[in-house]
């Protein structure tokens, strides 16, 4: 569950200062194993809450499966003023693979590989 609140900002979907009513962080007070079946009612509405103000989460994704669709994708990103971050394969420790308020380019459909000579 701890990873999962990193889409949220701070790692916490508590769009109230980020704390809980005892003045704990929500996501330091909810333990590794928990479903979300058995997830707090308070925490769980943060979570199903697609509007909630603390997802950090890219605002755009696009799947490129050619050259093209990734210009076509820096094009638009350069033209609408976006943040580019680009998600190749697993997951990134810094968070550059799925950063907040960008244009994310997913290379997972992206097949062709080109070795320079």
């Known amino acids: 569950m701890p990873h999962f609140f990193c889409a949220f900002e701070d790692c916490n979907p508590s769009p109230d200062n980020r704390t809980g009513s005892d003045g704990i962080l929500v996501a330091d007070s909810v ?3 928990t479903l979300y079946s058995e997830m707090n009612p308070t925490v769980k509405a943060w979570v199903d809450w697609t509007e909630n103000p603390s997802y950090d989460l890219p605002s755009k994704v696009v799947f490129p499966a050619v050259a093209s669709d990734v210009v076509a994708a820096i094009q638009f990103a350069k033209e609408h003023n976006l943040e580019v971050s680009v998600k190749n394969s ?3 420790y810094t968070k550059a693979s799925s950063k907040g308020n960008t244009l994310h380019i997913n290379m997972n459909r992206y097949y062709q590989v080109s070795i320079p000579v």
Do not use: A, N
Request: aromatic content about 0%.
């Open 90 to 92: 697993g997951h990134s």
């Open 31 to 33: 333990p590794d194993t």
